[in-house]
T-cell receptor, first 116, second 116 residues
Framework: DAGVTQSPTHLIKTRGQQVTLRCSPK?????VSWYQQALGQGPQFIFQ???????QRGNFPDRFSGHQFPNYSSELNVNALLLGDSALYLC???????????????FGPGTRLLVL | AQSVAQPEDQVNVAEGNPLTVKCTYS??????LFWYVQYPNRGLQFLLK??????LVKGSYGFEAEFNKSQTSFHLKKPSALVSDSALYFC??????????????FGAGTRLAVHP
């Protein structure tokens, strides 16, 4: 049973460029959340997707956008990259967010983005 | 506002000794609490969670955590540390009734170093 997968593993971009990161959830999961982990910090919630819609959003600008596909996979897009966007981007998947007793988020290995 | 504090940046322990990694939280209502571990260049791995019930929660790799409502704490423990336990540990909280969504709020992390 494959866990959460993310691609690419590493990425180097320059300021002003745009980037797309991809995530495939764990089998049986229908909810995908994205987190940003800056160096030396804990992950910070960007947004969550369920049934192809953004359900909740953290304190991130509109430059950060996402999408969820019918097969539950997801993309994170960041426009007009800034140096401060350099971080590890983590995708987490889970099942049935309305049943909290069953809910656990499982994380992928992350995509490390470096903006020069 | 919901928050998590991990008061120690680093914890050092000798192999075979018990270990404790501290976590305190601030949230309205009854919290849902999680511990994750992160190895170098890897994503987060789920260790254990407290949702309700017994205050002592047992998780993966021999770890356990004790929920203390009066002290608003959820400390991670292990009776006998292994060198392979050396990693970065994150405590996270999810507030109940947050629209039914499962946004996690993480602490800054505690680096555990187990010495032979």
């Amino acid at each position: 049973d494959a866990g959460v997968t993310q691609s690419p593993t590493h990425l180097i971009k320059t300021r002003g460029q745009q980037v797309t990161l991809r995530c495939s959830p764990k089998s049986g999961h229908d909810t995908v959340s994205w987190y940003q982990q800056a160096l030396g910090q804990g992950p910070q919630f960007i947004f969550q997707y369920y049934e192809e819609e953004e359900r909740q959003r953290g304190n991130f600008p509109d430059r950060f956008s996402g999408h969820q596909f019918p097969n539950y996979s997801s993309e994170l897009n960041v426009n007009a990259l800034l140096l401060g966007d350099s971080a590890l981007y983590l995708c987490a998947s889970s099942h049935d967010p309305t049943d909290i007793t069953q809910e656990t988020q499982y994380f992928g290995p992350g995509t490390r983005l470096l903006v020069l | 506002a919901q928050s998590v504090a991990q008061p120690e940046d680093q914890v050092n322990v000798a192999e075979g000794n018990p270990l404790t990694v501290k976590c305190t939280y601030s949230v309205s209502g009854n919290p849902y609490l999680f511990w994750y571990v992160q190895y170098p260049n890897r994503g987060l791995q789920f260790l254990l969670k407290y949702i309700t019930g017994d205050n002592l929660v047992k998780g993966s790799y021999g770890f356990e955590a004790e929920f203390n409502k009066s002290q608003t704490s959820f400390h991670l423990k292990k009776p006998s540390a292994l060198v392979s336990d050396s990693a970065l540990y994150f405590c996270a909280v999810r507030a109940p009734f947050s629209g039914g969504y499962n946004k996690l709020i993480f602490g800054a992390g505690t680096r555990l170093a187990v010495h032979p």
